[in-house]
Every structure is written in C-alpha cells, then in structure tokens.
C-alpha cells in the first residue's frame, strides 16, 4: 500500500469511527405489537420488552421501548381482564424505559359492545389509534417486532 492508499485508508477508518460513536449516542428504539387475547402473547412481549432493556442497561446504553395494543390484545392494558396486570407493574417500576399504549379505537369499540366504559391499568396510556401509532413509529425509523 502506498502513503496516499494508507491516508486513504485512515481517513476512511476514522469516519467510520465517528459514525459507530455518533450513532451509540442515539437510543435504541422497538415497538412490540401486542394485537392478541392470548397471555402467553402478552408474556412473550412483556419477556422480549424486559430482556431488551437489561441487554441495552448492561451495555449502559439508552433504549425507549413501546408495547402498542389493539384489537383483543387491549386486554393486556385492562384493569378488569388483563392477565399480565400485576408483571406489568413490576417491570414498569424496574424498567421505566418500557411504556404501554392502547389503543383507543378499541377501547370505544369494546366499551360499546360491552355498555361500559373499559378501565385501563394506571401505566396504560391511550393513543388514538395503535395501528396509525406503530406506523408513525416506523416512519421515526423504530424497529417493530410482532412477538
């Protein structure tokens, strides 16, 4: 290699360094679905919610980490009938990055077929729609996974 290849080479090796540093800086981001009345769904999300926080925590990096609900999976976030309520609760107290959105199309929608109005886990937070929030989500460059 000659002198102008290896300079080359430095200043290419250089910015590659800088993007790596400039990019550990900016949080980790994903969306977890959750779109099903199945516990062991909610289970599965809240699993991968909790062990992606630790991962990044360990690595003493910052991630943001949003389970949208919609659909039967709005059951996950009910008061009255989520099954995961109590494990709900004890990750947002250990894992503040982790937050729970509903949906509120559905939540109108059941609360009409039901006659009620549906009560939601004090750690729920409704979104006018789930599936426009994880596509917004998607447009700010976050990573989805459907568990």
């Not at 991968?48 to 990044?56: D, E, G, L």
Request: net charge positive.
């Amino acid at each position: 290699m000659n002198k102008k290849q290896s300079t080359q080479a430095t200043k290419l090796t250089a910015g590659t360094k800088m993007t790596t540093t400039q990019d550990a800086t900016k949080p980790h981001r994903l969306i977890l679905q959750v779109n099903s009345n199945e516990p062991a769904m909610m289970n599965l999300a809240l699993n991968n919610a909790s062990n992606v926080a630790q991962y990044y925590q360990d690595l003493g990096e910052k991630v943001n980490i949003d389970i949208v609900t919609f659909g039967p999976g709005l059951h996950m976030l009910r008061d009255d009938t989520s099954p995961v309520k109590a494990r709900i609760k004890a990750l947002s107290e250990r894992q503040p990055s982790i937050s729970f959105e509903a949906c509120g199309n559905t939540r109108e929608n059941m609360g009409r077929a039901e006659g009620k109005e549906i009560p939601l886990i004090s750690e729920a937070k409704v979104v006018k729609s789930g599936v426009v929030r994880v596509m917004e989500l998607q447009e700010q460059g976050w990573t989805y996974v459907k568990p």
